[in-house]
């Protein structure tokens, strides 16, 4: 059983390509990452409210502590040794500020997308030529 299993948007271009790196970094495969836009989504994560998974990160813990937001990405990016990557965005005060902007921009993260990438969304962006969940899971 995986340490966190992380649901991100396969169509946003900069989620995937955080879950890229985050997939490369993962040598103990500790994290299963769950692409929100497969059609079959919802049939194996009926627990999982796609809509709240579209508007902010979730992912559950092995222990069934469901983490949102940056929480999220702190506790992925603790998991590949880099937690100290994100850890000032989780101390008090700047924890606050941190959440609104990543609030703003998951509201935005297709327009944001865009503005870095060139492009606004992805048909089914892929991770190594693969969906991350059949990766892990050897398939």
């Not at 692409?35 to 999982?48: A, K, N, T, Y």
């Not at 222990?63 to 603790?78: C, F, I, K, M, S």
Request: net charge positive.
């Amino acid at each position: 059983m995986p340490k966190l299993t992380l649901f991100y948007d396969g169509h946003c271009p900069l989620c995937v390509r955080e879950m890229r790196h985050l997939t490369r970094l993962d040598r103990a495969q500790n994290m299963q990452l769950v692409d929100i836009q497969r059609d079959d989504f919802s049939e194996h994560w009926p627990q999982v409210n796609k809509a709240e998974a579209s508007s902010i990160l979730l992912a559950i813990q092995d222990n069934g502590e469901w983490l949102r937001g940056l929480d999220v990405t702190h506790r992925a990016w603790q998991l590949v040794g880099k937690g100290y990557w994100i850890a000032p965005l989780r101390w008090p005060v700047i924890r606050l500020l941190a959440d609104q902007v990543y609030l703003w921009f998951a509201r935005n993260r297709y327009r944001i997308s865009g503005w870095l990438t060139g492009q606004q969304r992805c048909e089914a962006c892929a991770i190594n030529g693969c969906d991350i969940t059949d990766k892990k899971q050897g398939k």
